[in-house]
């Protein structure tokens, strides 16, 4: 029987799991919260998760996502930012909707598209997910085969590449490889609370352009 989900309150920075829910059921339950709605929902072979966010994520998010759109601009990488789209697999029988998710490598396959659908479509090459009060499942992740995983989880960057199937923990970005990313993006990221967002973006702009210029 589908869930009375009006009657169901999952208060903010809380996470609640329900298992024994199939797949059909799941997509219900997608369909029926629709898109305009401040929970995420993740699904992995038979547990469902409905996670609300607090204000300090949806900061992280916001900051984060945006200290990588500027990375792919000044290194001058195609990208396609799809924030917290819901992407599942039934084959899979795994969903995750990310705090942030962004195609880098595989932009061109999906430029355009109004619709994902990854029984066809690549999954993100990035995701982002921000890790304050609950700690991320790596299930969905993996079974959707995300290259690459990024957690923040208040104080540190971990940064999670997909190695045969498995998540293994790393201090390089496979997307940035020549770039310390798990050391700066925390500290732009604080630099952020006390100098403000657009003043922070330039200094951040200016960071990687003397990067470039003096390649390691």
């Not at 797949?23 to 929902?41: F, M, N, P, Q």
């Not at 607090?54 to 500027?70: M, N, Q, R, S, T």
């Not at 789209?85 to 995750?96: I, L, P, Q, R, Y």
Request: hydrophobic share 40%; glycine share 6%.
């Amino acid at each position: 029987m589908l869930l009375e989900l009006n009657q169901l309150i999952v208060r903010a920075g809380h996470q609640l799991l329900i298992k024994d829910i199939s797949w059909s059921v799941y997509k219900r339950i997608l369909a029926e919260l629709g898109g305009d709605r401040s929970s995420r929902i993740g699904y992995s072979q038979g547990v469902l998760e409905i996670m609300a966010p607090l204000p300090e994520h949806e900061v992280a998010k916001v900051i984060i996502g945006d200290l990588v759109k500027v990375l792919l601009e000044e290194l001058d990488l195609e990208f396609w930012s799809l924030g917290s789209t819901t992407f599942d697999k039934e084959s899979m029988d795994a969903g995750v909707e990310p705090d942030d998710c962004f195609y880098i490598q595989n932009e061109a396959k999906i430029r355009g598209k109004d619709r994902i659908n990854l029984e066809t479509d690549p999954p993100p090459d990035l995701a982002l997910e921000i890790d304050i009060t609950s700690r991320t499942r790596f299930n969905n992740y993996q079974a959707l085969r995300v290259p690459e995983l990024w957690r923040w989880n208040g104080n540190n960057l971990e940064i999670n590449v997909l190695l045969d199937g498995k998540y293994v923990e790393s201090n390089i970005s496979y997307i940035f490889p020549n770039l310390p990313i798990y050391q700066v993006i925390p500290e732009y990221l604080m630099l952020s609370k006390t100098n403000g967002r657009n003043a922070t973006m330039k200094v951040f702009r200016a960071w990687i352009r003397q990067q470039n210029s003096n390649p390691i």
